[in-house]
């Protein structure tokens, strides 16, 4: 199992869905990005990847920015990608572009610094209703404690290989998301194998935690797209 978290966070955001996903005896790899360049994060999750034990695909999961990274690994590698909230890209899309197409949300006000510049940061009083709305204000104010700097040069360098047209995906659509918008996210899921819809904030790896682990565990130990406990594309969990 691969996770990769989105922009301004780190490896710290799947602490909860990695221990849980341990517990049920599966080996997982947390890639950390920033890295400066998304080639370079793509570089920086294969890497993550190699420090699985054994040779087979695995199931890559990536959150908000960090779909744009998994879409950009190497197929053979990835057995089902799945996609939390995340960027979806095809080839010669970039994130801030597909962002800037989409309906406005809080993210934008948000940004601390110019977001054509080199660097930004997310205003720590906005944070928490950005990202983590739906959990109690001590979680909340813990996962926004470890967010970090944002360079932004990522975010406008297209896509140049996108997996998901060779492997199969699941896209899960976060309704209550304030950070991309869930009409961006519906465009997203009309190019996934799979589709669900939860009513979750944009850190669905927090709120939904255990739906989380559910998931990735289910696919990780049996992602034929014929079983009967795979996500089938019409279905919809609301929670």
Do not use: K
């Not at 990536?62 to 057995?79: E, F, K, N, Q």
């Not at 918008?181 to 009309?190: G, M, S």
């Not at 589709?195 to 130990?221: C, I, K, P, Q, Y």
């Amino acid at each position: 199992m691969l996770l990769v978290h989105g922009a301004w966070h780190t490896g710290h955001a799947w602490d909860g869905v990695a221990a849980g996903l341990r517990a049920r005896g599966l080996a997982v790899a947390v890639a950390e990005l920033h890295r400066g360049s998304l080639a370079a994060d793509v570089a920086a999750a294969e890497a993550a990847l190699d420090r699985l034990d054994g040779d087979g695909p695995v199931v890559a999961c990536g959150h908000s920015y960090g779909g744009a990274v998994i879409t950009g690994l190497p197929p053979h590698r990835i057995d089902h990608l799945v996609y939390l909230a995340a960027m979806m890209p095809d080839r010669g899309e970039t994130a801030l572009g597909l962002l800037a197409d989409a309906p406005p949300t809080a993210l934008a006000t948000s940004m601390v610094g110019d977001p054509s510049g080199s660097t930004t940061t997310i205003d720590p009083e906005a944070a928490g209703n950005l990202f983590h709305a739906q959990l109690d204000p001590a979680e909340r104010a813990r996962h926004t404690a470890r967010l970090v700097p944002q360079a932004m040069a990522p975010g406008s360098q297209p896509t140049t290989a996108a997996a998901w047209h060779q492997r199969p995906s699941t896209y899960v659509v976060c309704t209550e998301d304030r950070a991309v918008h869930p009409h961006l996210q519906h465009r997203f899921a009309a190019r996934a194998t799979h589709v669900l819809t939860w009513r979750s904030d944009h850190g669905a790896f927090a709120s939904h935690e255990t739906e989380t682990v559910d998931l990735l565990h289910r696919l990780a130990t049996d992602s034929r797209p014929d079983h009967p406990n795979h996500p089938d594309r019409t279905a919809r969990t609301d929670r």
